[in-house]
């Protein structure tokens, strides 16, 4: 129960209410002193007869004008009203104490992290946004400010404000401290934004969890801080160009030009003009013309698909990777950049130079590092981390709740070629998206041809790992499939003419029973 007592503001008519309490026994839950000369009791139920005589004990109170029964302490009404506020914002709201450990979180930041409540409580924030250094921002100046953060590979608003509270000499002493998530599309606000205090600049929106994508995402951060040509190879969709932008802007060259151009979408003749320019009064342009090596001077420039360049072209690039120069169509000096070449291919450029359809020359050139981007059947394990990426970016933009998915879906999913890799996944999750009716996505809404179902073998291995463990999760499932048929150990040994010991203790290792 809550009981109201008004009262003069005497000393000791505090005690004596407490005192009355004790006398009976009574358990004091709580206590909260109003400034308007009220104080609220919060206790145990009582049966009937024992509160109405505590109620006519507490009148005879000198000093106590009145008291009743109410349902909510005031802090206890404050904090609902508050905490129904923040349930109901649509942006992500945590708070943390000054440990950075997360005492409250929203709805919208469990939905945002994937987490139910009792996971996220008592969390270092660190292990929701591991970009944000706590420690760091609690030895700085404690300010408020805003920066662009990356989450699950969608770009967010960061806000941070501190709260402060006074203490009994009116000083203002941080208490804890709010963190307001918006997704950056949505966000307004005046104030400017800080550069993140560590992030990768461009790699934390590559998403995955497969062995191979840590191995690639690990190796090309650690090529961009080199100056070397870098070559990229991978099919169609593996995110080539997204990746060697992610290289500039983590190298040295940042701040500088990063431009792309494909070498099989123009003739000759345009593309060298693009990428050297070419003098005053040539093709009747009085002022002449820049070309890209000119413009990213500094920075970076992507050759997107070098392995369809024409052998004019390949003689004047080999000629730039020589020392640095060229000279623009129609002059005869010759100019010096500083630009790092990025290249990629989804041909096997090594062959196409064996066979003569590129230059070897240009080729060793470009083959100084190297990375492999590994096409996404070879990595299913990311299946499920691009699904969630791509359907919470495409619900978000078609103004829709993002969808639950089918137990079976990623499954299904993974059991695919995508030859169009992660822009065909991406395409696919956007089209059925659109045609979802009841909240819930199912394989059914990706309609996907029927030769794209891979039969049993070895494009349904799980790839990840060792050879070893790659061997024995094939050897398990050939084991389990043959069981059904030879339900024992010895039929199964018989079989498989191998020894009732080995496919006994095989069967064990594996954990395959009859059912």
């Given at each position: 129960?809550r009981?109201e007592?008004f009262?003069?503001?005497?000393?000791?008519?505090?005690?004596?209410?407490?005192?009355?309490l004790?006398?009976?026994?009574?358990?004091?839950?709580g206590?909260?002193?109003?400034?308007?000369?009220?104080?609220?009791?919060?206790?145990?139920?009582i049966?009937?007869?024992?509160?109405?005589?505590?109620?006519?004990q507490?009148?005879?109170?000198?000093?106590?004008?009145?008291?009743?029964?109410?349902?909510?302490?005031?802090?206890?009404?404050h904090?609902?009203?508050l905490?129904?506020?923040?349930?109901?914002?649509?942006?992500?709201?945590?708070?943390?104490?000054?440990?950075?450990?997360?005492?409250?979180a929203?709805?919208?930041?469990?939905?945002?992290?994937?987490?139910q409540?009792?996971?996220?409580?008592?969390?270092?924030?660190?292990?929701?946004i591991?970009?944000?250094n706590?420690?760091?921002?609690?030895?700085?100046?404690?300010?408020?400010?805003?920066?662009?953060?990356?989450?699950?590979?969608?770009?967010y608003?960061?806000?941070?404000?501190?709260?402060?509270?006074?203490?009994?000499?009116?000083?203002?002493v941080?208490?804890?401290?709010?963190?307001?998530?918006?997704?950056k599309?949505?966000?307004?606000?005046?104030?400017?934004?800080?550069?993140?205090?560590?992030?990768?600049?461009?790699?934390?929106?590559?998403?995955?969890?497969?062995?191979?994508?840590?191995?690639?995402?690990?190796?090309?951060?650690?090529?961009s801080?080199?100056?070397?040509?870098?070559?990229?190879?991978?099919?169609?969709?593996?995110?080539?160009?997204?990746?060697?932008?992610a290289?500039?802007n983590?190298?040295?060259?940042?701040?500088?030009?990063?431009?792309?151009?494909?070498?099989a979408?123009?003739?000759?003749?345009?593309a060298?003009?693009?990428?050297?320019?070419h003098?005053?009064?040539?093709?009747?342009?009085?002022?002449?013309?820049k070309g890209?090596?000119?413009?990213?001077?500094?920075?970076?420039?992507?050759?997107d698909?070098i392995?369809?360049?024409?052998?004019?072209?390949?003689?004047k690039?080999?000629?730039?990777?020589?020392?640095?120069t060229?000279?623009?169509?129609?002059?005869?000096?010759?100019?010096?950049v500083d630009v790092?070449?990025?290249?990629?291919?989804?041909?096997?450029?090594a062959?196409?130079a064996?066979?003569?359809?590129?230059?070897?020359?240009?080729?060793?050139?470009l083959?100084?590092l190297?990375?492999?981007?590994?096409?996404?059947?070879?990595?299913?394990a990311?299946?499920?981390?691009?699904l969630?990426?791509?359907?919470?970016?495409?619900?978000r933009?078609?103004?829709m709740?993002?969808?639950?998915?089918?137990?079976?879906?990623?499954?299904k999913?993974?059991?695919?070629?995508w030859?169009?890799?992660?822009?065909?996944?991406?395409?696919?999750?956007?089209?059925a998206?659109?045609?979802?009716?009841?909240?819930?996505?199912?394989?059914?809404?990706?309609h996907?041809?029927?030769?794209?179902?891979i039969?049993?073998?070895?494009?349904q291995?799980?790839?990840?790992g060792?050879?070893?463990?790659?061997?024995?999760?094939?050897?398990a499932?050939?084991?389990?499939?043959?069981?059904?048929?030879?339900?024992?150990?010895?039929?199964?040994?018989?079989?498989?003419s191998?020894?009732?010991?080995?496919?006994?203790n095989?069967?064990?290792?594996?954990?395959?029973r009859?059912?």
């Open positions: 129960m009981l007592v009262c003069e503001d005497r000393l000791g008519l505090t005690r004596e209410l407490l005192d009355i004790a006398s009976r026994n009574i358990d004091l839950r206590i909260e002193i109003d400034v308007s000369g009220i104080i609220y009791l919060n206790c145990p139920d049966d009937f007869e024992t509160f109405s005589e505590l109620m006519a507490i009148r005879m109170i000198s000093g106590v004008k009145d008291v009743r029964k109410v349902q909510f302490m005031p802090i206890e009404r904090n609902t009203e905490i129904s506020l923040l349930n109901n914002l649509p942006d992500a709201v945590l708070s943390i104490d000054m440990k950075g450990t997360i005492d409250m929203n709805y919208a930041a469990l939905s945002l992290f994937g987490k409540k009792q996971d996220v409580i008592g969390l270092p924030i660190t292990g929701l591991p970009s944000f706590f420690a760091r921002w609690l030895e700085g100046n404690k300010a408020r400010y805003r920066e662009e953060i990356v989450l699950n590979g969608l770009d608003i960061f806000e941070m404000m501190p709260v402060h509270i006074r203490n009994d000499l009116s000083e203002s941080l208490a804890s401290t709010m963190i307001i998530l918006r997704v599309d949505h966000a307004s606000s005046g104030m400017p934004l800080q550069l993140p205090l560590s992030h990768d600049l461009g790699f934390e929106h590559f998403v995955g969890v497969s062995n191979r994508h840590k191995q690639l995402i690990n190796q090309a951060k650690k090529l801080l080199l100056e070397q040509p870098l070559l990229i190879e991978g099919e169609t969709g593996t995110g080539k160009e997204m990746l060697a932008r290289c500039h983590r190298s040295e060259r940042a701040a500088f030009p990063f431009l792309v151009l494909s070498c979408s123009m003739p000759d003749d345009v060298e003009t693009e990428l050297f320019g003098a005053p009064g040539t093709f009747n342009h009085q002022s002449g013309h890209i090596f000119e413009l990213a001077d500094g920075g970076t420039i992507f050759l698909e392995g369809e360049m024409s052998p004019h072209l390949q003689i690039l080999l000629r730039f990777l020589q020392d640095g060229f000279r623009r169509v129609g002059e005869e000096h010759e100019q010096h790092r070449i990025i290249a990629s291919t989804r041909h096997n450029l062959g196409l064996e066979s003569g359809q590129f230059r070897e020359d240009l080729f060793y050139r083959n100084v190297t990375i492999g981007i590994p096409p996404l059947r070879e990595r299913p990311d299946i499920q981390p691009l969630e990426l791509f359907a919470t970016k495409h619900a933009q078609m103004g709740k993002k969808p639950q998915f089918d137990d079976d879906i990623v499954d999913l993974s059991h695919c070629p030859p169009g890799n992660m822009r065909q996944l991406e395409n696919v999750v956007l089209r998206l659109t045609e979802i009716q009841d909240g819930v996505l199912s394989i059914e809404h990706f996907l041809p029927k030769a794209e179902k039969p049993d073998g070895v494009s291995l799980n790839l990840e060792s050879l070893d463990e790659i061997m024995s999760d094939y050897e499932k050939v084991l389990a499939k043959l069981f059904q048929s030879f339900p024992s150990s010895r039929k199964l040994a018989k079989r498989l191998v020894s009732h010991t080995s496919i006994a095989k069967l064990r290792d594996y954990q395959i009859k059912n």
